[in-house]
């Protein structure tokens, strides 16, 4: 295991990205092996461990998910600045910006070969205010059945590699028995095909955890980059990537086929109760 401490910190420059493609210019390193990267401040800011997935899970996960068929239509940010609807009036009766992205962008989007989707459980928002097992999930259980085995070997790099972050979330989700997937430390996966995310952070997952990344597919580019410390990581199919995802990142461009995984634990998942889902 490699280590690379880090020297950059632009956390305003970061910002001003948001909503912007990632390309070569925000970043100077690329890390594709196993490597700790460490903020200037000595804080693990992600860990990239190759090679650690069998093919057998990659090949079951693959099998599912090369058929997902939602669309990221309220992840506006992720999309591309400025795609959000005006939906919600205000008090005041201005118009407040949504996550929800037009149809008009889904359709070109949908075009392209764009698809994304979320596999487990969801926490209450301001418009739905009740825990869920996602509706992908609920419309295909054989899909979340056919990634389990994935999802266990992340789980498992997840707790050899950063034990205390681990640890953090197996004690969230240990509080509700019926709202996580079974024998891990996450509650949720979002699923992305060919999507090339703008500069976005991840909401609503746990800050104590980390989130875990994996994907699948045949595919070049699709970096992920983290502008704030200026660099990128090749997530190569059978490795993970444990990271801040509160850090802004996007990716660059995708040529081939590019499922991604995040896989995470909702930080408000503990508010839903230890009943069953
Ligand atoms: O596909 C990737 O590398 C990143 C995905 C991501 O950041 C997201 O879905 O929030």
């Known amino acids: 295991m490699k280590l690379l401490q880090l020297n950059a910190d632009d956390k305003q420059g970061a910002l001003q990205l948001k909503g912007t493609y ?25 860990v990239l461990v190759a090679g650690v997935i069998s093919a057998r899970a990659r090949r079951k996960a693959y099998k599912h ?3 997902i068929y939602g669309m990221p239509s309220n992840r506006a940010t992720a999309v591309y600045r400025g795609s959000s609807l005006p939906r919600i009036r205000k008090r005041d009766g201005s118009l407040s910006r949504t996550r929800q992205v037009p149809h008009s962008i889904l359709d070109l989007l ?16 301001p418009r739905i205010r009740k825990c869920r097992l996602s509706a992908w999930s609920l419309n ?6 056919g990634v389990m085995p994935f999802v266990h070997e992340v789980d498992d790099v997840f707790r050899s590699w950063i034990p205390d972050r681990y640890a953090a979330q197996l004690a969230v989700v240990h509080q509700v028995p019926g709202w996580h997937l079974h024998g891990t430390a996450f509650t949720t996966i ?11 952070t991840d909401k609503g997952d746990l800050k104590a955890g980390f989130s875990c990344l994996a994907t699948l597919g045949k595919f070049s580019g699709g970096l992920l980059v983290i502008p704030r410390y200026r660099v990128a990581f090749k ?3 059978g490795s993970v990537l444990m990271m801040d995802a509160h850090e802004f990142h996007g990716n660059t461009q995708i040529a081939g086929e590019r499922i991604s995984c995040v896989l995470c ?11 069953e889902a």
């Open 22 to 46: 990632a390309n070569d210019t925000h970043y100077d390193h690329v890390v594709d092996d196993d490597t700790v990267v460490l903020t200037p401040d000595g804080e693990v800011l992600a």
């Open 65 to 67: 998910l090369r058929s």
């Open 110 to 125: 949908e075009r392209k070969g764009v698809r994304a989707d979320v596999l487990g459980y969801l926490d209450t928002t």
């Open 140 to 145: 295909k259980p054989e899909v979340l059945r």
């Open 190 to 200: 979002t699923v992305n095909k060919n999507f090339r995310t703008a500069f976005h």
């Open 235 to 237: 997530i190569r199919p």
């Open 265 to 275: 634990c909702r930080e408000r998942i503990a508010k839903c109760g230890g009943g």
